[in-house]
């Protein structure tokens, strides 16, 4: 099978190592900020973020789209959320009728202004439908590439699809119909993972309690952002929300932000140091683009969202504004 | 109000601690295993496991359980689970009609000769009514007792009343009528955290997917087996499924028994010699427990507590054995 995979960073050189595992003919299309990343596996090193050698798989630099799609049969999308239109702009002539599995997290701003899934909001801007199918779950690249067991959750019509291609021992997908509840999950665990690093910062490591509380109250605030969006509580209960919130929280930048921003150093600051040192902390906007999202649906009952907007957005003192937190019953 | 704690471990000093804070007066009650621990609170020296003082709080030693108890308005039962029914044998004559809130965890043989709740089986055996209410959710004792943001679910009919008494700024309960559900989470969560430490010994920390997607499962598991008793989902959605289970899986002894056997040493070596080191691995019988509870309740789609009681119980090689791990669809 020939596989696309459009971005060239941790997670699409992640899946690309997955797709050439499973036998394919594999490309993978760098964006106009990726020719460092490709520089690097082009003359034989490890790709410099998943630090793996990229063996059997085609690169190709960003003028090269149309070769790049040129008998796809299953693309994979590995642009990040903000890249999303630009990419998918520019791809959209060349794009085949084939499945395009989307591994960005996030939402976009949709045509009548309102935050949106990516699936809806592409086809709108691009003007034209695409065949996405989302890919949820807890799901660290380094370890897919490593074959650490990992499940993932591919939601869409076309989701079993790409569960037969890219599905292995090691790699274990589950299918859904639910996309709506699957992106949404995967946008709204970043902003949360921050949260429960905060404690971190806060309390210092035995803070297991608070941080416990807080991964529950996230569930219960999914959940509601979820069924206000048409999704349902049972992705949010699964690998999608409680796998993926999980590992998130477990560790990584997200969680490394917030630690930083409970010892009480303000957030704008943290994120530009860590952004200067090459560190994406994309729980920073997944705050506010959450907060923004449950006030557009009309969710009110999201206490720890409004805490860390709040913290994060609006400068307000982590330990007291996580003292009065209150817990949904 | 009068509040008695029978059991003077690690959990029963935590929760005489929070009744003092709230300005209860207190009465610590240690078994006839506990004299150890209470001669040094009685010198004035830290609780050996809590390591803190126990100030304000008056301490009786076994023979006293009779006096222990006398105008109690409260009762929080904190002996372990092995020990339920022998402390409630004796107490039972002096046992006031009040709510007792129970903080073990663990499943308990009935006279039918299967496993049930520590809230049926100890009224059948003493022969006697007793006003169980269950505590459940993410909640370390040194944690509570150093005022840690934490949250407890109560569950039975006197839940209210317990936490009216014992709930305020740092300790937030809510309640619940789902007591089934709330005590097999609290027992299912130590068999499902130990098989969550295995990872650490197995692949070490880089383990993250794997272990999120043990969590998933493991509550997609809890939820099946809290069915088949009568508890509801919306219990192991909450504080006493997934937040005492993120708990429970962080760190503790039952993620250090689980990491152990990961390295591929037996069970029955590792559970020994913690045990002689005084630590005790609650997760290793919990997982034989379990797996009884689910084959007495005609529950077969648990894969993860099969696979995990052949690696505890069986001999079961970890690596092949997790490999071949079923996730539920």
């Not at 394919?24 to 630090?51: E, I």
Request: net charge neutral; proline share 5%.
């Amino acid at each position: 099978m020939r596989v696309t995979v459009l971005g060239a960073g941790y997670m699409g050189s992640a899946m690309a190592t997955v797709a050439r595992m499973r036998g394919h003919d594999v490309r993978l299309w760098g964006t106009w900020l990726d020719d460092a990343l490709l520089d690097a596996t082009d003359a034989g090193l490890p790709h410099p973020r998943l630090r793996l050698k990229l063996d059997g798989i085609a690169t190709l630099r960003s003028p090269r789209l149309e070769e790049a799609l040129r008998g796809a049969e299953l693309v994979i999308h590995a642009v990040n959320s903000d890249g999303a239109i630009p990419v998918m702009t520019k791809a959209a002539p060349f794009l085949p009728d084939v499945p395009v599995l989307s591994v960005s997290k996030g939402l976009l701003v949709s045509k009548a202004g309102t935050m949106d899934r990516i699936d809806l909001v592409v086809p709108e801007s691009i003007g034209k439908p695409v065949r996405f199918v989302h890919a949820a779950g807890p799901a660290k690249a380094i370890e897919i590439a490593r074959r650490v067991l990992t499940w993932m959750a591919f939601a869409g019509p076309d989701a079993k699809a790409c569960a037969l291609a890219l599905g292995g021992d090691h790699l274990r997908v589950t299918t859904t119909d639910d996309i709506a509840g699957a992106e949404l999950c995967s946008a709204l665990k970043n902003a949360y993972a921050t949260g429960i690093g905060i404690w971190d910062g806060l309390v210092g490591k035995d803070a297991h309690n608070a941080r416990a509380a807080c991964f529950t109250q996230a569930i219960h605030e999914m959940r509601l952002l979820v069924e206000a969006a048409g999704g349902r509580a049972e992705t949010v209960h699964g690998a999608a929300g409680v796998g993926d919130l999980h590992v998130t929280a477990a560790g990584g930048r997200n969680r490394a932000f917030g630690e930083r921003v409970g010892q009480g150093r303000p957030a704008r600051e943290v994120a530009a140091e860590m952004l200067a040192a090459g560190e994406l902390t994309e729980g920073y906007p997944a705050i506010a683009t959450a907060w923004r999202f449950s006030r557009e649906r009309g969710v009110t009952d999201v206490p720890l969202l409004e805490t860390l907007n709040a913290i994060v957005w609006e400068g307000a003192a982590p330990g007291p504004a996580l003292a009065g937190l209150r817990l949904s019953t």
